[in-house]
């Protein structure tokens, strides 16, 4: 029997997706003074190691939590290995377990995945009380304290803000990061954390594309500085800045 795989997402498709669960992430964030030290100390179960899973836990590595997931397709494991996703890839729960305790005890990042098939990894953290603070939509809770992700749109006066480069990327992306910062820096710690984080964790699909969440005047602003930019020719390619619904 044939097997259909599931398309491989666009790039740009890849950030939105980590944008949109960073920010249901941080909204468990108890205070804007408490946005740079992230979500340490806190335990997400991303499930399946598919597309939205592997969004999923850049977006937890963003936000700076412990994140176990669970495939059994080896082809999904070396991927994110190789992207950077995750940090231990394992054979047992006990072995993720393991590095997990430890891990959430320091409030250090870190990613784990368990080369199985995420029901038989879910039975067995119910048998053995593992029990995450956060768990992807989707995934039953069992255990009470558990809380699922609910992502949502901006709130009001919010917009998500993309820009892209179409040409070398390496050279101009840190250049607009810098504009974009300057913009932010006095307004949103969270959105400061993302946009100095997931290039590192979205790996390939973030080399030319950002996406950040914030008040729509800093969208406007932002974009003022780099057409200027673009036109003084510190900036030497063109720029597409707009913001992007829901």
């Known amino acids: 029997m ?4 599931e398309n491989p997402a ?12 960073y920010a249901a992430l941080m909204a468990h964030v108890s205070d804007a003074a ?3 030290l992230g979500l340490g100390g806190t335990l997400v179960y991303a499930g399946e190691l598919d597309e939205d899973g592997r969004a999923l836990m850049a977006a937890s590595n963003s936000a700076g939590a412990a994140t176990l997931a669970a495939t059994a397709d080896p082809a999904a494991q070396k991927q994110a290995v190789r992207e950077g996703i995750v940090d231990f890839l394992v054979t047992s729960l006990d072995e993720a377990v393991r ?3 430890n891990e959430v005890r320091k409030h250090a990042t870190v990613a784990v995945c368990v080369g199985a098939a995420p029901d038989a990894v879910e039975q067995e ?13 989707g995934v039953h809770p069992w255990a009470q304290g558990s809380q699922q992700l609910e992502v949502a749109p901006p709130s009001s006066g919010v917009v998500r803000l993309e820009w892209r480069v179409s040409a070398a990327p390496a ?3 840190p250049k607009l ?5 300057a913009c932010l820096l006095p307004v949103d710690g969270v959105a400061l954390r993302w946009l100095r984080l997931s290039p590192r964790y979205c790996g390939r699909a973030a080399m030319g594309v950002r996406v950040v969440r914030c008040p729509a005047h800093v969208a406007v602003e932002f974009a003022a500085r780099v057409a200027e930019a673009v036109k003084d020719g510190e900036v030497g390619v063109p720029v597409d800045v707009h913001t992007v619904a829901d």
């Open 171 to 173: 050279l101009w992306m």
């Open 2 to 5: 044939l097997v259909q795989k």
């Open 125 to 137: 953290m119910r048998e053995r009380g593992v029990q995450p603070d956060l768990l992807r939509a």
């Open 99 to 101: 590095i997990l305790k």
């Open 34 to 36: 408490q946005a740079e």
């Open 10 to 21: 666009a790039p740009i498709e890849i950030v939105r997706r980590a944008e949109r669960f």
């Open 177 to 181: 990061d810098l504009l974009a910062r």
